[in-house]
């Protein structure tokens, strides 16, 4: 056999082998990411629930889902350790304080400056207004509605 015929097949093999490779450590660090886990840490299940760990067990994990409610998990539903700081982040809600972006109550104040708001305002009431009131004329309403020989809501169907 030629070396030509025998590539193919190595190359597969080398495949394979880096694939396993990666996999394999990505399993180990979720390992030991579990393992370093202690009571008192906020966790994210991989189902998405954001809990407090409060015991460690062989396979098991007693998680704080609510004040007072507790819940067993396997060790292996845990996805993610999380820092307090996270933790706090998305489940109270604290923000943190080094942030200094402010965010308005309103778009306006990011598109247009006040003097052109003004402007816009004085503008608005200047225009002259639409007369919405009802024609007091009969002849006239009923000269709108005969355009065709048909009043409003005559259809040709008998």
Do not use: W
Not at 15 to 39: G, I, W, Y
Not at 65 to 87: F, M, Q, R
Not at 98 to 110: K, N
């Amino acid at each position: 056999m030629s070396i030509v015929t025998l590539l193919p097949f190595i190359v597969l093999i080398g495949a394979m082998f880096l694939m396993t490779r990666s996999a394999k450590k990505k399993q180990q660090a979720a390992a030991q990411m579990r393992n370093e886990m202690q009571p008192g840490t906020g966790v994210r299940t991989i189902g998405g629930m954001y809990a407090t760990v409060k015991e460690i067990g062989d396979e098991t994990v007693l998680l704080e889902v609510a004040p007072g409610v507790h819940a067993v998990y396997a060790k292996n539903a845990i996805g993610a350790v999380l820092e307090d700081s996270e933790y706090n982040r998305i489940v109270h809600g604290d923000e943190e304080s080094d942030s200094e972006t402010v965010v308005p109550d309103d778009a306006s104040s990011l598109t247009e400056t006040a003097d052109a708001t003004d402007k816009h305002v004085e503008t608005v009431e200047d225009a002259p207004k639409a007369d919405l009131t009802k024609k007091s004329d009969a002849s006239e309403a009923a000269a709108e509605g005969q355009k065709d020989g048909k009043t409003d809501g005559e259809t040709d169907a008998k």
